[in-house]
């Protein structure tokens, strides 16, 4: 059973795939990076089948949401990391949080993150914000980085779909749900995310 799944749902991003893959390669923990095309048109689906040590699964364009959903199916990791396919890993990132989550037995393990541009220049960086109530600091309190800067035990989350009718929303929705059912949280005191605007 591999330490970390990583979903990374995708739908014509090919120029900018390859070195979210490439960021979540070389770890130490054992890493499962499944790859779900949502239906690109852009040759992704063609590129994915010329790649190595990937999970590749395919659908119609049904959405992110329901792509992520995919890939959790999927999934065989103890622990689960979201990334989407135009941001990158911090490197080191996965190792540190996955030691952190064995550590402390964590079935959340959050992080901050850096914001960087199309030319993977540092335009902000936000470490973890401490707070003393994790759904607050959802609701947005303060500021409650990026979930793909999160690492999530896979048992945790597993009743806790990416819900569709939210569209961008989705993802604040998956961590305040995430968040209402009083998880142990483990801080990891660095960067989890490079995260493209």
């Not at 199916?73 to 135009?86: C, M, N």
């Not at 990416?162 to 569209?167: L, T, W």
């Amino acid at each position: 059973m591999p330490d970390v799944s990583i979903i990374i749902p995708t739908y014509n991003r090919l120029w900018s795939l390859p070195d979210s893959i490439l960021s979540c390669q070389y770890t130490k923990c054992a890493t499962e990076i499944i790859v779900v095309d949502d239906g690109s048109t852009d040759g992704t689906w063609e590129w994915l089948q010329e790649q190595e040590n990937l999970v590749c699964l395919r659908q119609e364009n049904w959405g992110k949401c329901w792509a992520a959903n995919r890939g959790f199916e999927h999934a065989t990791g103890k622990y689960i990391k979201f990334l989407d396919s135009d941001d990158l890993l911090a490197k080191g990132s996965i190792d540190e949080q996955f030691e952190l989550a064995e550590k402390e037995n964590s079935d959340v393990v959050v992080s901050g993150y850096k914001l960087i541009n199309n030319h993977l220049k540092v335009i902000k960086e936000q470490l973890w914000i401490e707070s003393d109530d994790f759904i607050a600091q959802q609701l947005g309190e303060c500021d409650s980085s990026h979930y793909s800067s999160y690492l999530f035990k896979k048992t945790f989350i597993a009743d806790n779909p990416h819900r569709p009718d939210y569209a961008l929303r989705d993802e604040r929705l998956f961590v305040l749900e995430t968040a209402i059912k009083n998880p142990k949280v483990g801080v990891h005191r660095g960067y989890g995310l490079l995260h493209r605007v």
